[in-house]
Structure formats: structure tokens, C-alpha cells
């Protein structure tokens, strides 16, 4: 999240100081979030349960949630516009990264369980926050929102295939 912050601001134009990225990475809510949630664990505080419950469910549905409106609100002419971007950045999102990161995993002799979490973990799709992020920091909130529903969309298959390449080079059993 904070290197998102950085190259919003970087790249969205307007001020990009080292002190306003500063200030955006400690005032970004999904890090201000993250830091509270550790926090409050690492302190022992729980929530009490007419607060816990309730909370998990919304949790548990946010995502999907989000990556509904997300659809439903993509203008496919935007993303016409942006055809280029998009797929530079769904095929860096869901082949160029896991290759190389997956790559470098192989030759350091990961295998098995620990490779098929890396996988996971690489090709996993954009998250849905970069939506949010982009739309914060005046960031280019429609190709974030594509970038987010195709690389989702496309990401059971190479996932799968992923899978298959290294299943087949006997790297996972």
C-alpha cells in the first residue's frame, strides 16, 4: 500500500514532495487500518461481541461486494481508451510478475507447498483496494476499476495454469 501511495502521487501530477507522500502514506485509511488492527492484537484488545460479529460479517462480504459495484459501474468505452494500459497491466499483474517472482522462487529450490502459496500470492489479481487508493489520490480511478475486474476475472486461469506449468515441471506434488 504504501509503494501504491508513492507512485499515485508520483505519477497522478500536482505536488509530488517527499513530504506530501509522506504525509498521504501515514494518513492513508487502508494503512492507518492496518497499523490499528495490528496494534489492537498485538495489545490483546478485543471488540466486544454485539461489535465483533456483526463486523466479521461485513468483512466477509466486503470484497465480493465491492467487486459486484465495481463491474456493474465499469464503462467499457473507458476502458476502450485505456485498451493498452490495461493490458499491460493485467498481463504484468497475472504473468510477468508471478514469472519472474515464481522464476526466482524455483531457482532458490522452493517447492511443493510453500511454491503452490507463492503462487497464490503472485498471481493473485489486483486488489480491489486500488480502486479506492487510486480514487483517493487522484490517480486514474477508471483504470484502476478495470484493471481490478479483468485481471479478477482472468486470474482462475492463469492461476490454474500456473499450476499446471509447475505441476508438470514436478515442482509441486
Sequence with gaps: NAMSVVALVRFGGGDASPWRILRDIVLNPLILGTALGFLFWRLGVALPPLLDRPLRQLGSIATPLALFALGASLDFRQGKANRRL???GVLGRLALIPLVCLG???ALG???VALATLIA???AP???S???MAQQLGG???LAAAQVVFSTGFSPITVFLWVLAF???GFLS
Excluded: H, N, Q
Design 86 to 88: 490495461l493490458l499491460a
Design 104 to 106: 526466482a522462487a524455483v
Design 110 to 112: 522452493i517447492r511443493d
Design 121 to 123: 500470492m503472485f498471481a
Design 126 to 128: 489486483t486488489g480491489v
Design 130 to 132: 486500488t480502486y479506492a
Design 140 to 142: 486514474d480511478e477508471d
Design 167 to 169: 505441476s508438470s515441471l
